[in-house]
């Protein structure tokens, strides 16, 4: 069971994920430089804990770019349009929300999701519009959470 | 014993209305979740986490209403691998291998009766393992120090770490991602403004809620984009589902053993239902399967797996209650609904808030009583919910995510940070780093940052007050066992192989 495994696949995003670790675990490690206190609280300081988090990313990704490629499988990065269409359109509901108010964005927000997955556009349309009045009436009127209206029609009405 | 009259008053807990409907309605979602790939009890228990706080539920309630879906899945997980021979999650890897054999013989009834009792049983046999066992732990845990508990949190680190499978070197970065998460915000020791950039927000520090849904539901839904729609599964119209007399005989003691196995492996931190239903079934074959047929649909083979993974879900309670130290995912995300509600889970949960402690024992009987009688009829009704299409599913669990994150403290910035963990998390998982110790390191990271500066104050700086005690001696020996033991199985495994 040793020799078999395909150590060749993974090997290069190994590297890179390590290579991007020790980049982290450096920049959270100058960061931390920067906590410091005028007076002495306690022997340890606030700057340990986020050097001992760093030290760790750092080890991990350490190990990663020497020997990468060892142990769990991976999957290849698939249907990159995708992922990027549907980081966006989360993105954009936080942009919007405030703006559109929870009915409109929610709406998007799910449709983007319901078309990528496969659905068709008027079914989609219509399950978004499902979700969404359900999920409002349930904040709004079960749980008592306020829901942005969106000021786009705040000022109009 | 004096556990009796305090049981009682746990079932005086449970059977109160409010908790019994939510220990209905936990089990049935959990049931549901369960099926679901791509869902599960983290996503589910995470996305309902802010309508529970919003809903302002009781501590004990809102506990009931989540162990019930953490159990209820793991039988859940049972009904799309012994019909479709779709694991939700791994836990239900080994219960395919005889439960799918089963229904391809035509016995998936059979199958369904045996993998709902061996729930039940393990269920219960570990609900009452846990009124045993939770105590006693609590009493001799009381006497942990800050340096015990930073020794103990460092154990379950690496435990975590090291029995989850995978890569170690992963493991550790994500252990330290998930500290660096939790050192965001205010320091409370001395009141400097760690990592946040100027942005008020961020002074609170991550808001759980947020990193937790961020990193399991929206990077879970992000991988389901990549998935092409299956066509539609064909479920075969299932008979009716009742326990044979034949088949309870030929299992009854198979699904006690599991259960007992199961509760131990899921008391150990990092282990959990997935080794503990493959521990079973290996046990089990090793003692009962004389004729060879594991693996051919021996309704044993569907038992004993099953029965230690529902018995693991409840085990898995005992660190988190009596230590305060989650051994898994799910639990963690518990740790942290806990303290959302002002209970500090530890040793001194069960003396001070009993209610607590006692009415999820009481409700965990109550709940495997609603998880058998309402599953062995309703099994239709939840092989429908499997065929629902993943364009419907999916965009709802995107929805509850926005909308659950926006509710918490109704910040965009928060809807920002979810989306970018979901990426981080899409990425983590597609490289093959582990969820896990980042939420455990999130929820862990400000006690044992406390816990560690704690024992310095006390000792002036001097670090051998960390080795001072046995108990901290033998859990850093734990801790560095735990660390070197894949290493160790490995080598042996390779050898043996050679």
Known sequence: ?157 | MDAIPLLLDGFAVALQPVNLGLALSGVFIGTTVGMLPGVGPVNAIAILLPLVFAAGLPPESALIFFAGIYYGSQYGNSISTILLNIPGTASAVVTGIDGNAMTRKGEAASALAVSATASFVGGTLSAFGLILLAPALSRWAIRFGPAEYFALMVFAFSALSSLAGGSLAKAIAATGFGLFLASIGFDPQSAVPRFTFGQLRLLDGMDFVVVTIGLFAISEVLLMLEKTEPGKESVERIGRVVLKFKDLAATLWTMVRGGVVGFFVGVLPGAGGTVASFVAYTTEQRIVDREGSFGKGDPRGVAAPEAANNAAANGAMIPLLTLGVPGSATTAVLLGALMGLNITPGPLLIERNPEVFWGLVASMYVGNVFLLLLNLPLVGVFVKVLQLPRWILMPTVVALSCVGVFAVNSSALDLVLMTLLGVVGYLMRKTGFPLAPVILGLVLGPLMEKSLRRALALSGGEWTILFDSPIAIALWILAAVSLCAPFLLKRRLVGEGE
């Open chain 1, 1 to 157: 069971m040793s020799g078999s495994r395909d150590r060749t696949g993974g090997s290069t995003s190994d590297r890179v994920a390590g290579a991007l670790l020790l980049l982290v675990a450096a920049l959270i490690a100058l960061e931390s430089r920067t906590f410091t206190v005028g007076f002495v609280t306690d022997p340890l300081g606030p700057k340990a804990f986020p050097l001992v988090s760093s030290l760790l990313i750092a080890f991990g990704g350490g190990v990663l770019l020497v020997r990468p490629g060892t142990g769990t499988e991976r999957s290849p990065f698939g249907r990159l349009p995708h992922l990027l269409a549907a980081s966006a359109a989360l993105f954009a509901y936080a942009m919007l929300l405030g703006f559109l108010g929870f009915f409109a964005t929610t709406l998007l927000v799910i449709n983007v999701f319901g078309l990528l997955l496969g659905g068709r556009p008027l079914k989609s349309v219509l399950s978004a519009a499902g979700i969404s009045a359900v999920l409002y009436l349930l904040f709004f009127y079960l749980l008592d959470i306020a829901l942005p209206i969106g000021s786009l029609f705040l000022r109009s009405g």
